[in-house]
């Protein structure tokens, strides 16, 4: 007869799988929001930038025997009423308008982020001042407040980053403020300043990488709000001047031809929109990927 098998004594029982959250890279890669979003914007952005090498002609040559012209072989999209090439002014006008959205909410996160960290994790005067700063300047429409600052610095590009300069910051402050706030009182900071470390330690290495989640997901829609912005202003004739090309300036001067040559006004306006779709669902998609559990 065979021995009776005995069992094992003192063997330990299956640990339970822990479940881990998938990856940055690997919850990206699963958002069709955020592909999609940045899929749209990269091919946006490509495109600005390979102006000089895809744009078959400078935007500001003019050629005064093929005005008003429609898309052909020579001018894919057509020309202005002053012989300009579309597809050209596009492209530089996309240029400028990216760069002048980027630069433009690159100052106002900064010194938002900055300013709205320190008010929330040490409070006090600082504080107060600041955030009735703040509420004076949402008390006041947005693009009421841009067009009356440009008005005031001077037209232009130098203009329109002052002006947002000035105004832009005191979302990103509120927001960062607000999140710090609340990670100040977790358990985790208690034990990090109980465990003898600084501060300004714990609020930059440690609140800080937790709570700017929040104003980067922001600055893709603010991106868009600045570039909708900049196109108004160029609409209104106080935004970039010619004869550097704008889609706002682009948008002005077809409307006086929109019952005859509708694609004058049609193209612009169809590459503001795109731009804007894509920079929104680029912000939704990293609001869904950054979000903890």
């Not at 996160?109 to 900055?114: A, H, L, N, Q, S």
């Not at 700017?212 to 709000?225: E, F, G, K, P, R």
């Amino acid at each position: 007869m065979s021995a009776a098998v005995t069992p094992a004594v003192g063997l330990a029982e299956p640990e339970h799988e822990v479940t881990r959250r998938p990856s940055v890279r690997s919850r990206a890669l699963h958002s069709p929001i955020f592909m999609a979003g940045t899929i749209l914007t990269a091919t946006i952005v490509a495109l600005a930038l390979l102006a000089p090498v895809i744009g078959r002609y400078s935007p500001v040559s003019q050629d005064l025997l093929h005005t008003l012209a429609g898309p052909s072989g020579a001018h894919w999209l057509g020309t202005d009423e002053i012989g300009r090439d579309i597809w050209s002014r596009l492209l530089y006008a996309g240029r400028t308008d990216l760069q002048v959205g980027l630069l433009a909410v690159l100052f106002p996160f900064t010194f938002g982020v900055f300013i709205g960290t320190v008010c929330g994790y040490f409070g006090g005067r600082i504080d107060t001042i600041v955030m009735r700063i703040v509420d004076v300047v949402l008390a006041f429409p947005f693009y009421v407040l841009i067009i009356a600052l440009v008005f005031v610095v001077g037209v232009g590009t130098h203009g329109i980053y002052i002006a947002f300069g000035l105004t832009d910051w005191v979302i990103y402050a509120r927001t960062t403020r607000s999140g710090t706030m609340v990670a100040r009182n977790l358990d985790w900071v208690a034990a990090a300043e109980g465990g003898g470390l600084s501060r300004t330690r714990v609020l930059w290495r440690h609140i800080l990488p937790n709570t700017i989640t929040q104003a980067i997901v922001y600055s893709m829609s603010d991106i868009v709000l600045v570039i909708l912005a900049v196109v108004t202003l160029g609409y209104l004739g106080l935004g970039i001047q010619p004869p550097a090309p704008d889609w706002g300036s682009m948008i002005s001067d077809g409307q006086n031809f929109i019952q005859t040559n509708q694609w004058l006004a049609a193209i612009p306006g169809m590459a503001v929109v795109l731009t804007g779709v894509g920079l929104s669902l680029l912000g939704d998609g990293l609001a869904d990927i950054l979000r903890p559990e």
